[in-house]
């Protein structure tokens, strides 16, 4: 009685191990059958079995399995977090989630109660001229235009209070104006001493008769006649174009290496912003500026003075009055 009873409990173990083997289809077609180690068979390196005879096979990749054993792997707990990315989800699945995707990214806007309008922009000529770029561009070419008329007025001998004016209130217009216009000519210092005195009223009063029984008053003495010198010249700016061509034309014997008989007891004065300066010939001229040899005791320096700064150039006899 009991040699069959373990003949019987000997077929149900065989026939619950065939019961719980596993059959693994691959992807080239071979099978993989065995028993499933439970915490051991799947990994993430592949699933391993226990086959028929006692031993263990090798671990098969998961990428190797086919579709279908795959599809029938995700109902296994331990196989499910290596199988499920290699699965493909189902068209229907894939639509859904697209859907929900859709439908996220979806703005809705909803209305604003009591929401304020935004004002109408201005025109594009009205937002230029309030810009801040525009108002400085606008205050450069203002005062260019101001100085550029100051340097017109001095190049064509007109007075600067009338350029300047003018091309305050046409800024360009009036500077480019006075430049098409000839250049006034220069007054002789005779012309400047006439109207000088013609503004100061110094015109002589004439003589009243004298009675007839008055006597005649007597003679009066010449005083002594004092040394002659030769005119002082005053050269003003505004009165003339101090340049290079200034100096060469009016100044062409101080600029020799050695003076005349006639130019060794002249003395030139230059005012200029620096200062003045008194000296006896100049020693070189550049296009920009000129070099004035001044007497420093027994020897002599070189000054430079650009002729933008010049002022006034006077040439005078060294015993002479200043004017």
Known sequence: MRRWFYIGLLWCVAAFGLAAAETFVLSDGSTLVGDLIPRSSFNRDGVMVKTPDGKFSRRVPYKQLSKETLQRLLSHPEARPFVEPLVEPPPEAIQIVEETKRENREIKVKPVPNKLEMPAAPPKFIALAYSPVTLLLFILIYGGSIYGAYEIAIFKNRPAWLVCGTAAVLPVLGAVLFLLLPAAPVKSQEQLAAEAAAAEGAQPAEAEPLPEDMPPPPPEEEAPAG????????????QFIINRRFFETKFAPYLKPVLGDE????????????GEYTGQKFSKITPNEIYLLVAKGPATEEIKLPFIEI????????????P
């Open 227 to 238: 040394p002659q010198y030769p005119p002082t010249q005053v050269f003003a700016r505004g």
């Open 263 to 274: 130019e060794k007891d002249m003395q030139i004065i230059v005012r200029s912003a620096r």
């Open 311 to 322: 002022t006034e150039v006077i040439l005078k006899h060294k015993d002479a009055p200043m």
